[in-house]
């Protein structure tokens, strides 16, 4: 796991003392993924976790316990855990007492890394992977200028944005046998010109 040595040294912690925290969480995370959740939790939840380490979140500060929990919450508020039409699913009390900590600590901690990492309900960087298909903030790019269904593009720029990592995997190859596709992009918006994205900025 790569190390932020300008975090440390601001915490007062050495590498040892870093990775020893940051592989509790994982390992806590890791227990309740494999006891409650699935394996596409349990790899979202390390890299959410490491990706908390590398922006400087305090996992120092109170128990990897609670921190857990919080990753987890985080992970299951983008998927929408909490729907019972999905499967699996847990209610936030759930996650909670699957922790052992109180709903309080748990939601506190879960806000400060949802607020820290920007991380927004249907995120396509934390979105499951079964879910990724029907998630329109994974497919709607900026395309010359305008927001676009990179569905409905010509497979030649569905390949260009796969080429630069915008989407998980090019449309066109998931389609039916025999099935056509679009002739070209749609707008559904006005022309912005700031992200190559459809995601919305955080507050």
């Given at each position: 796991m790569k190390r932020n040595k300008k975090t440390e040294k601001r915490r007062?912690?050495?590498?040892?003392?870093?990775?020893?925290?940051?592989?509790?969480?994982?390992?806590?995370?890791?227990?309740?993924?494999?006891?409650?959740?699935?394996?596409?939790?349990?790899?979202?939840?390390?890299?959410?976790?490491?990706?908390?380490y590398e922006e400087g979140l305090p996992l120092h500060s109170g128990r990897p316990v609670s921190w857990a929990s919080?990753?987890?919450?985080?992970?299951?508020?983008?998927?929408?855990?909490?729907?019972?039409?999905?499967?699996?699913?847990?209610?936030?009390?759930?996650?909670?007492?699957?922790?052992?900590?109180?709903?309080g600590t748990m939601m506190a901690k879960s806000k400060i890394i949802r607020d820290e990492l920007e991380v927004m309900p249907m995120d396509p960087e934390w979105c499951l992977p079964g879910l990724l298909a029907d998630n329109p903030l994974v497919w709607m790019?900026?395309?010359?200028?305008?927001?676009?269904?990179?569905?409905?593009?010509?497979?030649?720029?569905?390949?260009?944005?796969?080429?630069?990592?915008?989407?998980?995997?090019?449309?066109?190859?998931?389609?039916?046998?025999?099935?056509e596709s679009g002739t070209g992009p749609r707008i559904i918006e006005l022309p912005c010109e700031q992200s190559e994205t459809a995601r919305p900025a955080t507050s």
């Open positions: 007062g912690l050495n590498p040892a003392e870093s990775e020893s925290i940051l592989k509790e969480i994982i390992g806590l995370a890791d227990a309740f993924c494999a006891k409650y959740l699935n394996e596409d939790y349990r790899e979202l939840c390390k890299d959410m976790v490491a990706d908390a919080g990753i987890v919450h985080a992970v299951g508020w983008v998927n929408f855990l909490h729907d019972p039409a999905q499967s699996p699913h847990m209610t936030s009390t759930q996650v909670a007492e699957g922790f052992g900590v109180s709903q790019l900026n395309v010359n200028g305008f927001i676009t269904d990179i569905r409905l593009a010509p497979r030649e720029t569905q390949e260009e944005a796969y080429r630069k990592g915008l989407i998980p995997y090019i449309p066109a190859d998931m389609q039916e046998p025999g099935r």
